[in-house]
């Protein structure tokens, strides 16, 4: 069956979802945030064929979220990196994980914990705040009609 593509869809959230909706697009990316970069690291890791994920990491680079690189070792490989496009998700994965973590995982399951790196700490659960710092919900937000934007704006 044919994907019905998003790309042209009006709403943000299914433009991006054409991109990395699936969930080998978002394990990859995870999996490139803690650090793997070579095709065989991410086969590895994810147990994928080798075809899909050759598949789901061209889509990737197509649309600059990982970009080729040399291999930091020297070799004749390649190796993929995040771009400032595709470490923009971070803050993406970090509320699946969250969100996952707190209605997937059972009493006294055991979760591993982001933490902050330079003190040890747990990563706060995010929250969405207003200009004005108070701490909004789906009942608190509105979609209003786009308004155009001249190029370069």
């Known amino acids: 069956m044919k994907r019905t593509s998003l790309e042209s ?35 590895k890791s994810l147990g994928l064929a080798k075809n899909i994920l050759a598949a789901r990491l061209r889509t990737l680079v197509n649309h600059g979220i990982l970009e080729l690189a040399p291999a930091s070792d020297g070799s004749a490989y390649q190796e993929y990196v995040l771009t400032e496009k595709g470490r923009g998700l971070f803050p993406v994965l970090v509320a699946l ?25 747990p990563v706060r659960t995010l929250e969405l705040r207003s200009e ?4 909004l919900g789906p009942g608190d937000t509105e979609l209003r009609p786009p308004t155009r934007r001249r190029h370069g704006q």
Do not use: N, Y
Request: hydrophobic residues 40%; aromatic residues 10%.
């Open 9 to 43: 869809a009006e709403c943000p959230i299914a433009r991006a979802l054409d991109v990395i909706g699936d969930w080998w697009s978002l394990l990859i990316i995870r999996d490139a945030l803690l650090g793997k970069r070579r095709f065989g690291e991410f086969q």
């Open 132 to 135: 004005d710092g108070r701490l």
């Open 97 to 121: 994980r969250q969100w996952g973590g707190a209605h997937f995982f059972g009493p006294g399951e055991a979760i591993p914990e982001l933490v902050d790196r330079e003190h040890g700490q």
